[in-house]
């Protein structure tokens, strides 16, 4: 089990769960009663946050592979009508994967990688996608400041793994947040 997210009464949890065969699947638990209900194929990364519940409760974004080019993109799961769309569109060579949902405005921050070079890209819930940072760098996971007005991410930058502040504007990195703990 992998990608734990909250549902937005603390009910439920979603989270990915990979088979002996590989094969990813996104599952919601009732709380209550330990009820599991598999909703969707996934895609999913060791260590990486696959899916994320929105605030109000009524959708999942979650990584899963495109029917055409197989290359893992974001999809937008509606819990209502049990649709999943395609979000994103990465090229045929990049992935989709590590988001986060901003709980103040429905944004989702996502990283683009291609091999193990990665850029932040925001989404909003009807696909215009916007690329903040290119930077081209190992990115380890990211996360919404607490005011949703930023994003933190786990980098590897200038030959220093570390957590960074990104300025969404101009995609610049910013030392006010600066660690150089290992991890």
């Known amino acids: 089990h992998s990608a734990p997210s909250w549902g937005a009464n603390n009910e439920h949890i979603a989270y990915t ?8 699947k996104v599952v919601i638990k009732e709380l209550k009663t330990f009820e599991e209900d598999e909703i969707a194929n996934c895609y999913q990364e060791r260590f990486h ?11 999942l974004i979650m990584s899963d592979k495109t029917a055409v080019s197989e290359a ?14 395609q979000l994103t569109h990465p090229q045929k060579s990049s992935r989709d994967t590590q988001l986060t949902i901003n709980k103040s405005s429905d944004q989702v921050a996502y990283i683009r990688s291609q091999d193990t070079l990665s850029d ?21 996971g990211l996360a919404w ?8 991410i ?4 200038q030959g220093v793994s ?3 502040g990104v300025d969404l504007e101009t995609g610049n990195l910013s030392k006010e ?7």
């Open 17 to 24: 769960r990979t088979d002996s065969h590989g094969k990813c």
């Open 72 to 85: 893992p993109a974001l999809f937008y799961y509606d819990l209502k009508s049990k649709r999943k769309r």
């Open 49 to 59: 946050k696959g899916l994320d519940w929105s605030r109000n409760g009524q959708f």
């Open 162 to 164: 570390s957590i960074w």
């Open 177 to 183: 947040l600066f660690d150089q703990t290992p991890f």
């Open 145 to 152: 400041t607490n005011d949703s007005e930023s994003i933190v």
């Open 154 to 157: 786990n980098a590897l930058y």
């Open 120 to 140: 932040l890209f925001i989404s909003d819930l009807d696909g215009n996608e916007k690329q903040i940072t290119f930077l081209n760098i190992p990115i380890y």
